[in-house]
């Protein structure tokens, strides 16, 4: 199989050799019957080194990040370029931490500008930051660091982070609880929280905690544990996020201004080794309840709303990656509920990191493995 390190291969040629579900199989033989849907998998590109982000350019190539610190861009007919992206801001591979998320700005096509999710150090340990910079050809020109994480921490767990820009032009970042727990709820801390800013790094004069005493104005919530899936609802334009509970308390919510959703006060998980409860129980006056919640956990990231015409009885679901059973999970909406869910590709192609819906209307995965994958969801007729 191809490797990041070798010629890449068309998209054409991986899909006939590599879109596998099993060994030895053929992209045209493997159908999978969902509920909706019959469906293949088409293996793009594999090689890939624990990629965690996907965005798409106007051109029909993509952007992929490597948790290591690189990023590949993907052609048009599907070939990986030899080269990485240079000029990025340095990245610390730390732990669960390194580079994650990538967006593009909602003007790209007239400012080029991609912006970028990872853990890099500083003083008082390792943090998520958020830089941008204008993508010219194979390199990232003006890096600039809108956002950094304060404080610093030392362990490698729950960096989140997911960007996402809202239909007024306003960058969401979400941030996990860097593996302690109590700073989710402090004020003065950006862990466990969602960050609301321009796109320039500025904070909006309307952001919930603005000019309050001893609270970081960038904050938009607290009580997160590590968030990593967000996405807009595209009709409500509400952005949703996932995140890991501990053991078990998975959660989906909707992101309000200056919601308290809980954690680790109130959980539908509980303590990894003892089994023992977590906080104060499941509810408490002030905090919000998930709009949805799994026992035991599935180990959710990545997350797209359906807005395509390739599946046209999936439009509107929503579609999660589980890392947890390696699958691929869809929930039928009704407003903010969820009335049905299907698991799919279980133990098939590998612990899902990341799920895009692309232009095309097909639905593109990652799996987070040394030799990661980037595929994409083509109707089986």
Known sequence: MPTARLPALSVTGL??????????????????????????????????????????????RMLVTERAGRLRIVGKDGALARQPVTGLPQVAAYGQGGLMDVALHPRFPENGLVYLAYA????????????????????LENIEVIFRQQPKGTTGRHFGSRLVFDRQGYLYITLGDRGEMERAQRPDDHAGSVIRLHDDGRVPKDNPFV?????????????NRNMQGAAQHPATGMLWT????????DEINVIRPGVNYGWPVITYGVNYVTGTRIGEGTHKAGMAQPLHYWVPS??????????????????GDLFIGALRDQMLVRLK?????????????????????????????????????SNGVLARLEPAS
């Not at 000019?211 to 009580?223: A, D, F, I, S």
């Not at 996932?242 to 308390?249: M, V």
């Not at 049905?340 to 987070?368: A, C, Q, S």
Request: hydrophobic letters at 35%; a neutral charge.
């Open 120 to 139: 890099a150090r500083g003083e008082g340990g390792v943090g998520t930051e958020v830089a941008r910079g204008r993508f010219a050809g194979n390199h």
């Open 333 to 369: 909406l009704d407003g903010e509920k969820v009335v049905k869910e299907e698991r799919m590709l279980k133990n098939r192609i590998g612990r899902i990191r990341d799920v895009r819906v692309g232009p095309d209307g097909y639905i593109y995965l990652l799996t987070d493995e």
């Open 15 to 60: 899909a006939l050799a590599c879109a596998l579900l099993a060994p030895g199989a053929s992209a045209q033989s493997q159908t999978i019957q969902s509920e909706e849907h019959s469906f293949r998998v088409i293996r793009i590109v594999e090689g890939l080194e624990h990629p965690w982000g996907l965005a798409f350019l106007p051109d029909g």
């Open 242 to 249: 996932h995140e890991h509970g501990p053991q078990g308390g």
């Open 211 to 223: 000019g309050k005493p001893g609270w970081k104005p960038e904050k938009y919530t607290l009580g």
């Open 298 to 315: 599935i180990a959710p990231s990545g997350m797209a709303f359906y807005t395509g015409d390739k599946f046209p009885r999936w439009r």
